[in-house]
């Protein structure tokens, strides 16, 4: 029986090698699947997901598939990966739903601040006939939806305290490579600037960016709280990762595989999806024992937030489509 193969590489490693060792954990025959993600750490509910996955696909598909998964950017970065599933050199990914702006404006609804009450809500949404179609968006392109993996709702954070909108004037704050993330920073009065994941820590650290806004888990797991001044608990917007994998090569498996395939990815999705808000939570205690400081916001100042980013909406109305927009704010 296989165990999870998760590759680790050093610098002195070329790529190759790198996929050399990401293959040896499977047997002759098998259909392999390389995973590859950014994230790191061992409790990260993306890393949790990733795992389970390959654990199941490698116990209930033993002989027929085989997953190895590549962490924490060791096969890929962020700004490559794409490209490697439609080059065949990987199989699985999960990136951020932010991604997909040259691809597709529809998943921007995910990006749009104060769209989702709570993690409830927007599971609800991805669950919905809606959240399903999404999954289907990018089919044309080669990208061809799994799931939904969850990772909590996203928090600011700046090396200096930002309780209202106005404290963040001026400041310059890392986002993804979306146009709604972007919108959303400028609705602030600050300066959106795009960054890797991976050099987030670097930039904040240096002062290249002054702050960024992520999960919990994200901030523990990446340390991001040794670098802040504190930590604001907006909940203004929800970070999730497109499990996905290429058209192609979903195709191109022996239907029986296929079907089994699909219901592990699902199976491992919905359970993923529950345990997320136990995580969240434990990672924001472990940032508070750690050191980081929290603000937490009155209701009037929570309201001066969502009014300063209501109008992200209509303007990326015609874009996303008002219809994905009422589905998604009325889950």
Known sequence: MKKITLALSALALSLSAATAS???GCDAGEVVAKLSHVTGGTTHPKVVAANNLADRVNKELDGKMCVEVFPNSTLFGDSKELEALLLGDVQILAPSLSKFGSYTRKLGVFDLPFIFKDMDAAIRFTNSKTGKDLLHSMDDVGFTGLG??????KYFSANKPLLV?????????????????????????ASPQPLPFAEVYGALQTG??????NTWSNIYTKKFFEVQDSTT??????????FMTSTDWLEGLDADVREKFLAIADDVTQEANQSVKAAEAAN???????????????AAQRAEWVNAMKPVWSQ????????????????
């Open 284 to 298: 924001r205690d472990n940032v508070v024992k750690s050191g980081g400081k929290i603000n937490v916001l009155t």
């Open 208 to 213: 290249v960016v002054d702050g960024q806004e």
């Open 148 to 153: 939904y993996w969850m990772s909590g709702m």
């Open 316 to 331: 990326f109305e015609s874009d996303i489509g008002a219809d994905i927009i009422k589905a998604a704010a009325g889950s």
């Open 233 to 242: 608990e907006t909940s203004h917007q929800l970070l999730a990762y497109f």
């Open 165 to 189: 909108p106005s404290d963040a004037n001026g400041l310059k704050f890392r986002v993804q490579t979306s146009d709604v993330a972007k919108a959303m920073i400028s609705a602030m009065g």
């Open 22 to 24: 990401a293959s040896a």
